[in-house]
């Protein structure tokens, strides 16, 4: 059976987590490879930080807000539960747009619903903090009020950063 797994990732027909395993549901899809090395750790606080400047499509989910669905959906997969998931994403750059919410995504005349919405609810839901930075949301004219819900205000993804990297967080950016 882990043959035929394998086989199959490697031809392209497995390309998400299993749905019992899936703590993003619809997100994050990745390939199980159980014979390979470096899976997670259930017994390991895993403690990350994501940098997300990149923009995305007007049409789809952001790429970087889906690779942090990834890797939550790699973790529970092999058993990792919230308690062991510490994971912070800060949003900056062209990727701020990215977490508006409905009203203010239509509003920039950019289509009814924000194809973020969901993803956003659902990384939150799974214990991810969604932070934007201040400085990005000034020079994209964006208010608090135009927020997807939960998403939270930093002064900058400059000290978000340094300080979770101080706080001993790994750095992804994209």
């Known amino acids: 059976m882990k043959a035929m797994i394998l086989a199959l990732a490697f031809a392209g027909a497995v390309t998400v987590s299993p749905a019992f395993a899936q703590a993003v549901p619809g997100y994050g899809g990745f390939t199980p490879l159980p014979e390979a090395g470096e899976h997670p750790d259930p017994g390991r606080v895993y403690k990350v930080v994501f940098d ?36 912070v994403v800060v949003v900056h750059g062209a990727a701020a747009l990215s977490v508006l919410s409905d009203p203010a995504w239509a509003a920039r005349g950019k289509g009814a619903a924000n194809p973020n919405s969901a993803l956003i609810r659902a990384l939150v839901a799974a214990g991810v903090e969604v932070r934007i930075c201040g400085q990005a949301m000034v020079g994209n004219r964006v208010a608090e009020e135009d927020l997807a819900p939960g998403v939270t205000v930093d002064l900058a993804a400059l000290m978000t950063v340094v300080h979770h990297q101080q706080a001993g967080y790994a750095l992804i950016a994209d």
């Open 52 to 87: 997300v400047s990149q923009g995305g499509p007007d049409e789809g989910p952001n790429r970087g807000l889906d690779r942090v669905a990834r890797l939550i959906n790699m973790l529970a997969a092999d058993g990792v539960d919230a308690d062991h998931r510490q994971v």
